[in-house]
């Protein structure tokens, strides 16, 4: 079973919006780190944002900084990342991921992954 869900990918024109979500599932993730990666193809896959357990601390990858914006649901197991702004190089599936600890960037320091969601920008 897979830990984690995401959900709200698609298809946008350049400067559009979208929303994605992520949601746990079979296990909860309110006391955990949360992140959003991406990989475009031919590409490794990268950090995108994170977000504190609490909610009360979050960092950026400076290609997203100002246009992205992660947070988390009110009870803690359910991420999101809004995306404003979108640039054709943003197209990639999205990946979220879970870890226990403080907020990193590195893909290898998390432990649980969801499936992804492709998001696709049109230039």
């Known amino acids: 079973q897979v830990p984690l869900v995401e959900s709200g990918g698609g298809l946008v024109q350049a400067g559009g919006s979208l929303r994605l979500s992520c949601a746990a599932s079979g296990r909860t993730f309110s006391s955990y780190t949360m992140g959003w990666f991406r990989q475009a193809p031919g590409k490794e896959r990268e950090f995108v944002a994170t977000?504190?357990?609490?909610?009360?601390?979050?960092y950026y990858a400076d290609s997203v900084k100002g246009r992205f914006t992660i947070s988390r649901g009110n009870a803690k197991n359910t991420v999101y990342l809004q995306m404003n702004s979108l640039k054709p190089e943003d197209t990639a599936v999205y990946y979220c991921?879970?870890?226990?600890?403080?907020?990193?960037?590195?893909?290898?320091?998390?432990?649980?992954w969801g499936q992804g969601t492709q998001v696709t920008v049109s230039s």
């Open positions: 977000i504190s357990w609490s909610g009360g601390s979050t």
């Open positions: 991921a879970a870890r226990r600890g403080a907020i990193v960037a590195s893909v290898g320091d998390y432990d649980y």
